[in-house]
């Protein structure tokens, strides 16, 4: 039985406020330092697992904006920095309900935002670990893979090839993030604020080994979150959300009975 629409906008504003009070906590293995990046790294997609790709995105970007507010250090790329967090919740309640396509080509036109760039012909190499998630999100746009992988982590989110479909979807909605926060930031640094490129250039470079490995980690912590609440909801039969995005997109619709 369908929830009402007013339980998901209830469930956004909760969500909202979940990822407002995560965001203000810093994660980084690669300076440690607040404002270079926050939790919400990890909250973003979790909550576009849990909501989908239409609450689960305005969720983050309601509590991304509203933590920005308050802390302004986690401005990373301005006004723009909620974007990129919110195409990672974007990009997890997608493919987790089996919508592979329009990702696969978000991430493609954030990939070549970089290369037609003021940062692209100098740093083409920053890229390359985006290889391994870009296949992995072609794989499931190509494949009827997504939607039975998207069954799965709806209905046994616990079942061991199912903690990896999650795995994958959490490893490829972190490194969306990467592409559009770094995407924009290209043309932030070198446009709005005035850097030199070639000096951005470098600190982009030096953080290419380092970004895959914290963008992984990040990926691992979000995988046991995911299935560990997905698993209560069953159990506890507060199963209510949608299982596929055709189901999600009809709630905006509903009327009252």
């Given amino acids: 039985m369908r929830e009402p629409t007013s339980v998901y906008w209830a469930l956004t504003g909760v969500f909202a406020a979940f990822h407002l009070v995560v965001s203000l906590v810093p994660y980084s293995i ?124 709806m209905l046994e989110p616990d079942a061991p090839s199912t903690v990896m479909s999650v795995l994958a979807v959490a ?15 290209s043309y932030y640094f070198v446009y709005a604020v005035g850097a030199d490129p070639v000096t951005m250039a470098g600190y982009f470079l030096s953080a290419l080994f380092i970004y895959p490995i ?13 299935v560990a609440v997905r698993t209560a909801m069953i159990q506890t039969n507060l199963d209510f959300l949608p299982e596929s995005s055709s189901e999600e997109e009809k709630q905006p619709t509903e009327t009252k009975g």
């Fill in 214 to 226: 914290e963008r992984s980690i990040a990926a691992l912590l979000i995988t046991p979150l995911y």
């Fill in 171 to 185: 490893f490829a909605s972190v490194m969306l993030d990467n592409a559009i926060g770094n995407s924009i930031a």
């Fill in 30 to 153: 690669v300076l440690g330092a607040s404002g270079v990046i926050s939790f919400g790294l990890i909250s973003g997609p979790l909550i576009g697992f849990l909501l989908g790709p239409i609450y689960g995105p305005i969720a983050v970007l309601l509590g991304s904006f509203l933590a920005i507010t308050i802390d302004p250090a986690l401005m990373v790329i301005g006004p723009f920095t909620p974007l990129a967090t919110g195409a990672g919740a974007l990009a997890a309640g997608a493919l987790r309900s089996g919508r592979a396509l329009p990702i696969l080509a978000i991430y493609i036109c954030a990939l070549l935002a970089f290369v037609l760039g003021p940062l692209g012909n100098i740093a083409p190499l920053f890229l390359i670990p985006h290889a391994l998630s870009l296949t992995i999100v072609g794989i499931l746009a190509a494949t009827r893979v997504s939607e039975r992988a998207s069954k799965m982590m």
